[in-house]
Each structure stands twice: as structure tokens, then as C-alpha cells.
């Protein structure tokens, strides 16, 4: 870990004014601007088509927007062409996503380091070996995904994520196809790795309960964010979402 005092260190996330307007004129993000502090776990939640995706994609590199200051690490990363903002996602974000995403044809091992071998690096065996113990798949290394449950293999991709020992780790959906016992597992994960690690991650849910171990969450409507809860819990998230018109699609 760095041993620079948190007060020095750049924001892990900084977003400035960021507007986003589709081809075909739907504006999806209107303005927004936040901060994502090193070490801290931040949920975004909201409707479907409040542009939670849209923030991810842009914060993280993958999607460029229509106006915006975009810092990663204090690097500006809006208007930069396609493949520097590659280097620079590369270094800098880990990713999660909802169907896990690893390779059926690769070992576990394999698949957890195949971005950094991808980016031209040398995986840390020992940074590796620690992750590997720490989520508990030590023992399935050379299994294929297949072979594991579907807990494992999100595991598995949250070990992926933290291998390069990116600034940031972003988490799409991360539980939304686990049984309700896996989910926990990988939040308590998620938590454990921010609280001990001092990793920051950044995650877009649906799910009131997941965000409820975030330390802030961010609800967003309309391309805004409409409300920001420091300590959420999973009612007060759950009101927010109803009053927003989301009720519906809870359980
Ligand atoms: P969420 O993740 O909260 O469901 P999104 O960021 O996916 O929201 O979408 C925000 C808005 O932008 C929605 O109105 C959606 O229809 C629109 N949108 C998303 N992606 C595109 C795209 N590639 N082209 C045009 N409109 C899009």
C-alpha cells in the first residue's frame, strides 16, 4: 500500500461536470460531478435507464463522453484517443461484472491472470497467492470455471479484478446472478478487500441489500444524482428506489 497520507492522495475517482448525450439525442448523465475517495467502497443505485451504466463506463475508461473532467489517480482520462485510455484502464481498473466473465476454456489460475499477461506484465505470484487464499480457491487453481459454483467463479473474477492492483475496481451488478448465500459471501469479499486493503470499488446495483454494504451510496434519476447516503441501510435505499418509481421491480 502506498504510504502516502490519505490527505495528499488524489481522489481514486474524479468526475467533473460529466454529460453524456447518445447519438439520437437521449441525454444520459446531465452534469454530474463526484469524487470517490481511495479506500472507500461506493454504491450507485437507481432506476433502470438513470444512466448508472453510462457513469461506470465513462468513469472507467470504457465509453467516452460528450463533456466532461474525468481523473483517475489525478490522470485525465476524458479526451484522450482510444488507445491511451486503454493503457490507462489497464493500470488503473479492475472490473466485476454480473456473469463473471471468465474464460471456459482456461484454469482459474489462467483466467485471473490473463489481463495482466494481456497488458504485457508479470503477475506478483505472491500478491496473487494472497488473493487466491483470502477468497478461499487455493485449491482450485487448475479447475476449469465450469467445475466451480457460481460463487466460486465470481470469486475467482473479483481475485482477477485485484491482480493488476488497479486504483479502482468497478462492479456491475456483481450478486445479480448469485443465490442469496453467494451474494453475501462476495460482499462481505468486496468489503473485507476495501476495509483491510484499502482497495476502492466502485459498484452499480439494483439490489438495496448489496448497497447496504457500501460505506455511501449515490442515487441517481434522470442522468442525476438525486441523493447521497453516507452508511446506507437496506430500507432507507429500498424507500428511495420506490419513491423513485422503481418499487415494481424489488423483492
Ligand atoms: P441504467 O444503467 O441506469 O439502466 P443507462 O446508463 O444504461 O442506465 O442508460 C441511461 C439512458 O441512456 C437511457 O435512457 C438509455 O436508454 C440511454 N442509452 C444507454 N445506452 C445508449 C446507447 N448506446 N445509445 C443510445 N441511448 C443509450
Known amino acids: 500500500m502506498s504510504a502516502t497520507p ?6 481514486a475517482i474524479a468526475l467533473e461536470h460529466l454529460t453524456k448525450t447518445y447519438a439520437g439525442g437521449v441525454r444520459a448523465l446531465d452534469d454530474v460531478s463526484l469524487t470517490v475517495e481511495p479506500g472507500t467502497f461506493l454504491a450507485v443505485m437507481g432506476p433502470s435507464g438513470s444512466g448508472k451504466s ?9 465509453d467516452s463522453p460528450t463533456s466532461a473532467s474525468i481523473r483517475i489517480d489525478g490522470q485525465e482520462i476524458a479526451g484522450l484517443n482510444e488507445n491511451r485510455r486503454t493503457e490507462l484502464r489497464r493500470e488503473h481498473v479492475g472490473f466485476v461484472f454480473q456473469a463473471y466473465n471468465l474464460i471456459p476454456s482456461l484454469s482459474i489460475e489462467d483466467n485471473i ?15 496473487v ?5 483470502r477468497v478461499g480457491l487455493a485449491a482450485r487453481l487448475s479447475h476449469r470455471p465450469a467445475e466451480l459454483s457460481g460463487g466460486q467463479q465470481q470469486r475467482a473474477a ?11 475496481v468497478f ?13 453475501h459471501e462476495v460482499l462481505e469479499l468486496l468489503r473485507s478487500l476495501v476495509d483491510d486493503l484499502g482497495q476502492t470499488v466502485v459498484m ?20 442525476h444524482v438525486v441523493e447521497a447516503l453516507d452508511s446506507p441501510t437496506a430500507p432507507q435505499l429500498a424507500n428511495r428506489l420506490v419513491a423513485l418509481g422503481e418499487g ?4
Do not use: Y
Request: glycine content about 4%; hydrophobic content about 45%.
Open 248 to 251: 415494481r421491480t424489488l423483492h
Open 6 to 11: 490519505l490527505a495528499l492522495r488524489s481522489p
Open 204 to 223: 452499480v446495483t439494483h439490489d438495496p441489500a448489496a448497497a447496504a454494504r457500501a460505506h455511501r451510496a449515490l442515487v441517481m434519476a434522470d442522468g
Open 54 to 62: 453510462t457513469l461506470m463506463h465513462c468513469a472507467a475508461g470504457l
Open 171 to 183: 462492479a456491475d451488478e456483481p450478486t445479480g446472478a448469485l443465490d442469496l448465500r453467494s451474494a
Open 129 to 133: 497467492t494472497t488473493l487466491v487464499e
Open 113 to 127: 491472470t490473463l489481463p495482466l499477461r494481456l497488458a504485457g506484465r508479470r503477475p506478483d505470484r505472491d500478491w
Open 158 to 168: 473479483v481475485v482477477r479484478a485485484l491482480a493488476a492492483k488497479p486504483t479502482v
